[in-house]
């Protein structure tokens, strides 16, 4: 997978998952309307048309990803992602830090749970679908951490705000969840091992490939934004970041 600087940001590489996953991500107007047109978010958006873009910066030791919009209609973890990117662009960083804002710009353009019919959630497992190119991807790059970042709304599951993980096989999994709901009062819902209870999570897949992973969950209604669920969801972000001294 070839990164590629872009001269008009300092230190920011990108490269693209896919190019069959676009979308027009502006016209998700909920999603839109909380979006600072800064020069930066104006390059993701447009990025976002023509794929899945990845973008990268750091070169320090530890590699990590930080995923959101594997469901589409899960605003708040997007708009926090690009505020995560804005905020960390020049800034001092020591690790080396990669960011998938929009799995599926499409589905979030749509403001839908699935792409093309299917919840990336469920379907990590199956080859050639946009998680699996994702998880190829974090297998390829040699990504040593992922964080996915997702809403979910009452009554739907889990329905709070909490952090998923699993001790097997993968036990950092657990500690990430655990030092993250610390600091973030977000409760741990822990499995015993991965994937015992459905099939083809990201985090899930992510931790039977010896890839340590969490999801973090916000709560807010979907295909909207819950006021304070954005600042919920960079808070859950950062205090992943500081579980590597960011
Ligand atoms: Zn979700």
Do not use: W
Request: proline residues 4%.
């Amino acid at each position: 997978m070839e990164f590629e600087k872009v001269n008009q940001f300092d230190g920011l590489e990108m490269s693209y998952i896919c190019d069959f996953s676009g979308g027009y991500v502006s016209r998700n107007k909920k999603l839109f309307s909380q979006i600072e047109l800064t020069d930066l978010n104006r390059f993701i958006l447009e990025a976002s048309v023509f794929g899945t873009p990845i973008f990268k910066l750091g070169d320090g030791n530890n590699k990590l990803l930080i995923l959101s919009g594997i469901h589409g209609n899960e605003l708040p973890p997007q708009i926090a992602h690009l505020k995560l990117l804005n905020e960390l662009i020049g800034s001092d960083i020591s690790n080396m830090i990669y960011f998938i804002p929009f799995a599926a710009p499409k589905s979030t353009m749509l403001s839908e749970r699935t792409f093309n019919s299917m919840d990336l959630n469920r379907s990590t497992h199956i080859n050639n679908s946009l998680s699996n190119l994702i998880l190829n991807a974090i297998l390829d790059l040699d990504i040593k951490f992922v964080g996915d970042f997702h809403s979910t709304a009452i009554n739907s599951n889990p329905g709070f705000e909490s952090i998923f993980s699993s001790k097997s096989p993968c036990p950092e999994s657990f500690l990430i969840a655990n030092y993250i709901s610390r600091e973030m009062g977000s409760d741990v819902i822990s499995f015993d091992f991965a994937g015992s209870s459905y099939k083809g999570a990201v985090e899930d897949v992510c931790n039977l490939n010896g890839v340590p992973a969490v999801t973090c969950e916000v709560l807010s209604p979907f295909s909207n934004v819950a006021q304070g669920s954005v600042d919920k969801s960079l808070a859950q972000m950062r205090s992943f970041l500081d579980y590597f001294g960011k």
